[in-house]
């Protein structure tokens, strides 16, 4: 069987560790010759880079591991890119939830204001590693699952249009995982039906791949109670007290919509009032992070290095992210793997933009990704998805023209923001913090 080369860019990024240890998890389905990290911050990456060399020397010596900040030497003889970049990192996710909650407003790092800032630092840093990849190594694959992922496919989709980009979420893979719980299956036994966009949708169907059984209803009953609140709690990055309580909202999100079921994202476009009401202003999930997941992997990753060995180390493996050899196997080994992506809808949804980034269930093989068709979707799904397609096609032009009129219109078509004086304020202030990381806009 064939050794892959493999470059995770983000290589500084918490999850790292987390990723190469599935990756090591899953080698006899998805054999490696050569893992890379590449990150430009390279001192915040040596630090995983030096505790991850000597975990690979220790379980698997046989693969060539190197970490860099030089993109020549990253992106040379890969097949594929693995891209989980943040652009700002958590010091500037920080100001994409505080800046917003200063106006009352929800304060998230994929939706509304946070999301649009944080997708017009994505955008630059996502181009730059596309161009690395297509310069040294243009057979190669990047598997992308940078945030915010909707409008860095956009972007994707504008400005690199025949790269060969797969964007990808992990957050259905999650929430499919609970669903699995509540009827006493797993995943890999059901086969669903999703439309929507990133963050944005709803499933239709939850089926038995072996018999062929509807679980839709089975699931809606357990979720207008609880949510998707489950007793087995193994999802590890899902579990602080934030995701615990945007689980258990899943429930009010299906009483406005009790056809499907919702993706918990939906809860900031819906419930916005009550999301504020319940964050602090003081300390936002950034905050969670930097003071949870950030320090555990950093402290982990200096405790192998003072020892010298990776034996009983902290370093956990992030099962949620084996979707990512499921999608690196299904372009090597043509599996046609059915799996939620991100891509142009060109008639999946039949009543939708055929240009609109839509995510939904595709067959996935050599030539990548086949959308599936869903059909026509109702007048409010639509009319949602609509709005908020639109708002991301303009946060992309507006970095495209470095046009101010059109990131404050897209603000202003963000259900988030309740008008446009208060759009107008937001964006001021979000053009200061992201001084030297946007375009100038005129």
């Not at 996710?93 to 630092?121: F, H, N, S, W």
């Not at 669903?192 to 990133?198: A, I, K, M, S, T």
């Not at 809860?267 to 202003?281: L, Q, R």
């Amino acid at each position: 069987m064939k050794k892959f080369s493999i470059v995770i860019a983000g290589g500084g990024s918490t999850f790292t560790p987390g990723i190469v240890m599935m990756l090591l998890e899953n080698v006899d389905r998805f054999p490696i010759r050569t893992l890379k990290l590449y990150d430009n911050d390279g001192e915040r990456q040596a630090v995983l880079g030096e505790a991850l060399e000597i975990l690979l020397k220790e379980q698997a010596p046989e693969i060539d591991f190197s970490y860099t900040t030089d993109p020549k030497e990253a992106f040379t003889d890969v097949d594929f890119c693995m891209a989980h970049i943040r652009v700002g990192k958590y010091a500037m996710r920080e100001q994409d939830e505080k800046i917003p909650l200063k106006y009352g407003i929800v304060g998230q790092e994929t939706c509304g204001p946070g999301g649009i800032a944080y997708g017009m630092r994505s955008i630059t840093g996502m181009m730059e590693i596309i161009d690395y990849m297509e310069e040294y190594s243009p057979d190669a694959w990047m598997l992308n699952y940078s945030n915010p992922a909707a409008i860095v496919a956009e972007a994707c989709r504008v400005m690199r249009p025949n790269a060969k980009v797969l964007n990808i979420c992990d957050m259905p893979v999650g929430t499919l995982r609970r669903m699995s719980q509540i009827i006493g299956k797993t995943p890999a036994e059901l086969e669903v039906r999703y439309f929507g966009l990133n963050h944005f949708g709803w499933w239709t169907s939850v089926k038995d791949i072996a018999t062929g059984h509807e679980y839709l209803d089975e699931i809606k009953e357990y979720v207008a109670e609880n949510g998707y609140l489950t007793q087995v709690e193994v999802d590890t990055q899902h579990m602080d007290e934030s995701w615990q309580a945007t689980h258990k909202k899943a429930k009010d999100l299906l009483a406005i919509e009790p056809r499907f079921l919702p993706n918990t994202y939906l809860k900031y476009y819906f419930y916005p009032d009550y999301e504020v009401a319940h964050s602090n202003p003081e300390f936002t999930r950034a905050n969670e992070v930097m003071a949870g997941r950030e320090k555990e992997v950093f402290t982990a990753a200096k405790e192998i290095i003072e020892k010298g060995t990776a034996e009983n180390s902290n370093f956990h493996i992030d099962s949620h992210a084996s979707f990512i050899v499921d999608l690196a196997r299904a372009i090597a080994f043509n599996t046609h793997e059915r799996m939620l992506l991100i891509v142009e809808n060109n008639g999946a949804i039949a009543n939708f933009d055929d240009d609109a980034m839509v995510e939904v269930p595709c067959i996935v093989g050599s030539d990548g990704p086949e959308p599936l068709a869903q059909g026509k979707i109702p007048q409010f799904e639509r009319a949602l998805m609509l709005q908020q397609v639109t708002a991301e096609k303009m946060v992309v032009e507006a970095y495209i023209e470095g046009s101010y009129q059109k990131l404050w219109q897209a603000l202003c078509l963000s259900k988030i923001v309740p008008n446009a004086a208060v759009a107008k304020n937001l964006l001021d202030d979000l053009i200061i913090a992201n001084k030297g990381f946007w375009p100038e806009l005129n």
